[in-house]
């Protein structure tokens, strides 16, 4: 069964509705942090992890940092 590729992750959901209530637009918030919109919409939908960005989107919208759960 196809996965629907457009569904955003939790994490995602958080920064979408932080995004509407601050009116900033995602290509608003990229730029303000230094990477590329499309970045920003795979990390949005679990496409790439963005353990790099995470925190800086946190902090950027002012969003309780999530816990994460790392394997080594």
């Known amino acids: 069964m196809k996965q629907n590729r457009n569904?955003?992750?939790p994490f995602g959901f958080k920064?979408?509705?932080?995004?509407?209530?601050?009116?900033m637009t995602q290509k608003e918030l990229a730029e303000s942090i230094g990477f590329n919109e499309n970045y920003l919409t795979d990390i949005m939908r679990g496409r790439r992890p963005g353990h790099k960005y995470?925190?800086?989107i946190e902090?950027?919208?002012?969003i309780e940092?999530?816990?994460y759960?790392?394997?080594v």
């Open 7 to 9: 569904k955003l992750s």
């Open 15 to 23: 920064v979408k509705s932080r995004l509407n209530e601050l009116n």
């Open 54 to 56: 995470r925190e800086q």
């Open 59 to 62: 902090k950027q919208l002012g």
């Open 65 to 67: 940092p999530e816990r």
């Open 69 to 71: 759960l790392i394997s």
